[in-house]
């Protein structure tokens, strides 16, 4: 693979789907080179549009094409593509973790937090998915829950600038709630 030059990696990708039509994984890698090259969403999508048709009972080709969709902020073909990942596979962690940064996405922190907690509940040392939890926490206002869910991703070694910051203002802040 000829890493830096995204011409001779795209080449190299094509060869890939050539010789193993049926691996999902370099649809998605290949979609990315696209990506990094700023293309739009139709033709970086159509990787992962016809792996799903070729491969429909796929749990991973839905949920890579779900993750694309909610990377473009088209949240409701994320989550759809995301459901069906997950009636395909129910014990993918990071399925529900993508479908709950969708529901964040679209503003609905309930359902959000019900997916990171399932996401958790398969994966318990799933950091991502505790400070995203936190952030919806911190979203509608219940501070306290949210800084324990970034005290846990920092005590199982998280250690995301991001996260320092959350930890460090609301540390810093007076919590009246409970």
Excluded: W
């Excluded at 529900?96 to 990171?116: C, L, P, T, V």
């Excluded at 206002?141 to 070694?157: C, F, Q, R, V, W």
């Amino acid at each position: 693979m000829h890493l830096g030059n995204n011409k001779l990696a795209k080449q190299d990708f094509a060869a890939s789907l050539r010789s193993e039509p049926e691996r999902d994984h370099a649809y998605f890698n290949r979609g990315g080179k696209h990506l990094r090259k700023g293309a739009q969403l139709p033709p970086f999508i159509d990787y992962h549009n016809y792996l799903v048709r070729q491969k429909p009972k796929s749990a991973q080709a839905h949920l890579n094409r779900g993750r694309l969709y909610g990377q473009y902020d088209r949240h409701d073909k994320a989550i759809s593509d995301i459901n069906r990942a997950i009636e395909l596979d129910p014990k993918r962690p990071l399925a529900f973790y993508d479908r709950g940064n969708s529901y964040a996405g679209k503003g609905q922190h309930d359902k959000a937090i019900e997916d990171y907690n399932e996401a958790i509940r398969l994966l318990p040392e799933y950091t991502h998915a505790d400070v995203s939890r936190g952030f919806c926490y911190e979203t509608l206002g219940k501070m306290a829950i949210a800084l324990t869910n970034y005290k846990k991703a920092y005590s199982l070694g998280m250690r995301d600038s991001v996260l320092r910051a959350k930890l460090k203002n609301l540390a810093s802040c007076q919590i009246d709630e409970l």
